[in-house]
């Protein structure tokens, strides 16, 4: 059995992925009479690590998140540096993310339960509020704000239990590293209209966020998500939300209100906090007659996600006696965190036009992009028969980090006429001419008269 590489206290056991930013281990920790604990371990990649702007993003996501002590946030334990090499250990979560439980149980079931997709939004919103709530010690406000919250960034462990993930781009008063004028920051598809304009952000943002999970998991279709970005951020900044019971009947009346309220385009007219939308849910839920506490998602995980956690464990007993290959797809697999870091690395390669249908309301049986059920490899498993692995989760509109706005007109449909404009430069007709430029060129011209008349003379 090979050994696990040493790293400060911890022993490495198996690369599980390698983000954007970060390689994810799974590592152990051990201590006296035999203790062993398990963790995640986030560390920045080598040519990062000279890049101030890098570190100082990575550091402040560990900072921020090592102050969030909750039940319904992943923790991080230690923020260090070993031989140069920064890292932070977090707890290692065994489930699936929301965006895994979306598309299987879709796959497996026709759709997400009502109560599964409200319970698991309900605990969403107690984590976010807590961190939207964080102060310091002197009792100052952090005014965390999340700016990343997605099927993607939520973990549901098979206990019952929601997590929120990833800090690393959330806005709060403590940050040394500050997003530049003109920049947004966050996934093209869960963004809010005043987060892809550019604009201030309050917790309220969150909120409108977490109605895009909401509709997205009760009607089992995406909401913003267009054929291009320049679709999406106009579907978005419009706040085009077509009424939620009319895509799934299954939805109660008072869940859709909720949603609805939640996705208003203006801030003010949405729930002031995630704690209101938290209050709202359950109310709703209690009045539609769904459960969906811990124990209940709890259940729904162990008897949807059988073979899923047979294949987990399976993966993490190899990881453990290191004969798990690194960096492998089977290695993401290991932990939720891992699959969301391998998924954003690989949109970081995705090609433009590989895009998904713009259909805007596709059956629940379709297998367009815009519907949970995307196409998934089939890999066989000697524990609980084969084992369905999703594709990526990202793809080249989702996990837009930084992006200037707005995003680029999609060009015009080619026209009968022929261009004489050179290649690469498009043409004006008339009256796309703004009128600053007949001043300039009338300008110019009566320069050059005065200039001639000159020398004549």
Known sequence: MPSPTRFGKYDLLALLATGGMAE????????????????????????????????????????????LTHSNIVQVLELGQVDGKYFMAMEFVPGLSISQVGKRATKLLGDVPQEVA?????????????????????????????RDVSPQNLILTYEGLVKVLDFGIAKADQRQSQTRTGLVKGKFSYMSPEQCLGQGLDRRSDVFALGIVLFELCTARRLFKRGSTYETYTAITNADVPPPRRLNAK?????????????????????????????????????????????????????????EQAEQQRLLSQAQRGELGSGSAEAAQVSPVAAAAAAQAESNYAVDNERTSIDPLPQLGDESGRNWKAEADVVGGPVGGP????????????????RAIPPPMPPEPASSTASTSPTGVPSLRGSQIPPLYYVLAVGAALLIVAIAWLIAR
Not at 122 to 142: I, M, N, R, V
Not at 387 to 400: A, G, L, M, R, T
Request: proline share 5%.
């Open 24 to 67: 994810i281990w799974l590592a152990r920790v051990s201590g006296m009479a035999g203790f062993e604990k398990l963790v995640v371990i986030k560390r920045l990649l080598d040519e990062l690590a000279v890049d101030h702007e890098y570190v100082e993003m990575f550091l402040d996501e560990a900072r921020i998140n090592a102050r």
């Open 118 to 146: 409200c319970g698991v939004v309900a605990q969403a919103c107690s984590g976010l509020h807590y961190a939207h709530e964080k102060t310091l010690p002197d009792g100052k406000p952090l005014n965390i704000i999340h």
């Open 251 to 307: 939805i109660p009346e008072p869940v859709e209100a909720v949603i609805v309220r939640a996705l208003a385009k203006k801030p003010d007219d949405r729930y002031a906090t995630a704690d209101a939308m938290q209050d709202a849910l359950e109310e709703a839920m209690q009045k539609s007659g769904l459960r969906g506490a811990p124990t209940d998602l709890a259940r729904f995980m162990t008897e949807t996600f059988k073979s």
């Open 387 to 402: 084992v369905v692995i999703d594709p990526p989760e990202f793809d080249s509109q989702e996990d837009i980090k930084t």
